[in-house]
């Protein structure tokens, strides 16, 4: 069988050798009790990465979020983030299902939330009303391709949370490459946001696993909320090690799956009626509209599947492709190829 290049998403990378190594090796305890040693290393290694007190490993990043908002917030409360946003897309609804939590959606073009507009659906203290208690921001957001909020912007609506005694949470999943691709240091990032999650399996190569920071205080209550929601683990350090490999050996590479997503765009935005959004992609997603192409998501992903290429529907007329450090820039060559004949044919 010929080689399948694996496209759909960053998460789909398989633990090297090295990284292997290191999950054998790893030294162990029960992580519940908080006696693991590597997953204590990892907290450390992280919560210094971010310049935040404190971190906690837990499961995913859907859990990671989730445990941010159960720990900052009450029963009847009100989040307030972007429409196209993960945690209203993509984790089934849990902050209304297991935090009580109603969803304050607002449009976002570009995938950039406006200070402005955060400050004009802050509720106001009414007794008929929910309670605004946290602001939710992503960085890199997954489904406008990969775009980078500008710090100042995230600065600009931390203040207004301030102002109006809200917190602010940051859904970094893919904060690395919001980091690769500006030079921006992560922890001036984290300076933003009361709690962090940011995802060790997107785009560093580690199997499973991410992580939550910020204050000591908001870490204890994280770590109940991780034991209520059955991520309390036992001897995770196995995991944790991949987490610490990782960090060591694939952080310092995250712009180089840039490098590849731009190689990719420039072949497939010469297909006719395609159209990149957005053009060029800021880091590591590419996202393509074929509605100008005459074709459906279906029908190319299924052909696209039969030549050995694997890719993901986005929407109506979207696909999306994401370079990974298990794909080279002569595969993500060979598959924008692939699509230009499926297209064209």
């Not at 789909?12 to 997953?39: H, L, N, Q, W, Y």
Request: aromatic share 4%; with cysteine; hydrophobic share 45%.
């Amino acid at each position: 069988m010929e080689k399948i290049i694996d496209i759909r998403s960053d998460t789909v990378t398989k633990p090297s050798p090295g990284m292997r190594e290191a999950i054998a090796d790893a030294e162990v305890g029960d992580d519940v009790f908080e006696g693991d040693p590597t997953v204590q290393k990892l907290e450390a290694v992280v919560a210094e990465l971010f310049a935040k007190e404190a971190a906690l490993y837990v499961p995913s990043g859907t859990m990671g979020n989730q445990v941010c908002l159960k720990a900052q917030s009450s029963p009847g409360d009100e989040i307030i983030l972007d429409t196209e946003s993960h945690i209203a897309n993509y984790e089934v609804g849990a902050a209304a299902v297991v935090s009580g939590l109603q969803m304050r959606m607002i449009d976002c073009p570009g995938g950039l939330m406006s200070p402005e507009r955060v400050a004009q659906v802050i509720r106001v203290d009414n007794i008929h009303c929910p309670k605004s208690r946290i602001i939710c921001l992503e960085n890199t957001h997954n489904r406008h391709g990969g775009v980078v909020m500008p710090l100042e912007r995230m600065r600009a609506i931390a203040e207004v949370a301030r102002a109006n005694d809200l917190l602010v949470h940051l859904d970094g999943a893919r904060i690395w490459n919001a980091s690769a691709a500006t030079g921006i240091p992560l922890a001036d990032y984290a300076a933003t946001a009361d709690s962090l999650q940011c995802c060790l399996s997107k785009g560093l190569g580690a199997p499973i696993g991410s992580m939550v920071v910020g204050s000591r205080q908001f870490i204890k209550r994280a770590r109940r909320a991780r034991k209520m929601f059955g991520g309390g683990m036992r001897q995770v350090g196995i995991l944790a090690a991949a987490g610490l490999y990782a960090l060591e050996y694939n952080l310092p590479r995250v712009g180089e799956d840039h490098q590849k997503a731009l190689a990719f765009a420039e072949r497939v935005r010469r297909i006719d009626g395609v159209v990149l959004r957005p053009d060029p992609p800021p880091t590591n997603i590419v996202v393509i509209d074929l509605a100008g192409a005459g074709k459906t998501p279906g029908d190319v992903l299924a052909a696209l599947e039969q030549a050995g290429v694997w890719m993901v529907p986005f929407g109506a007329t979207l696909i999306r492709a994401v370079a990974h450090l298990d794909v080279s820039k002569d595969e993500m060559l060979d598959a924008a190829e692939v699509l230009a004949r499926v297209i064209e044919a």
